[in-house]
């Protein structure tokens, strides 16, 4: 199992956890978090999954590719922490991953 954390625009904490291979959206999907809105279903063609990864995790989750980038100018205050959380399949190596919920979807 694989933890994950999302943390809200106010600070609350919330650590849930998932299987190696599903993707951050379906983890959070699984555990009812709020947040994360999925209305497309990780089919890539909306942006209501959009999160901001902490700092310390933006080199081991890595960078959008040109689809999810085209996709993440729809999400409202995107920055250079910004992935949809449908495009960001767990593995073993994001055992903690820090994920920050924006306000505008809460």
Wanted: glycine residues 10%; hydrophobic residues 40%; negative net charge.
């Amino acid at each position: 199992m694989v933890e994950v954390t999302f943390v809200t625009h106010k600070g609350e904490k919330r650590t849930v956890e998932g299987h190696e291979g599903d993707s951050v959206m379906q983890v959070a999907l699984n555990n009812g978090v709020a947040g994360i809105l999925a209305d497309c279903g990780g089919a890539l063609s909306c942006a209501t999954c959009h999160v901001h990864i902490a700092p310390e995790w933006i080199e081991k989750v890595g960078r959008p590719g040109v689809e999810e980038e085209t996709m993440l100018e729809m999400a409202v205050d995107p920055d250079e922490t910004s992935r949809l959380s449908c495009q960001i399949p767990l593995t073993g190596a994001l055992n903690g991953l820090v994920i920050n919920l924006p306000a505008s979807q809460l």
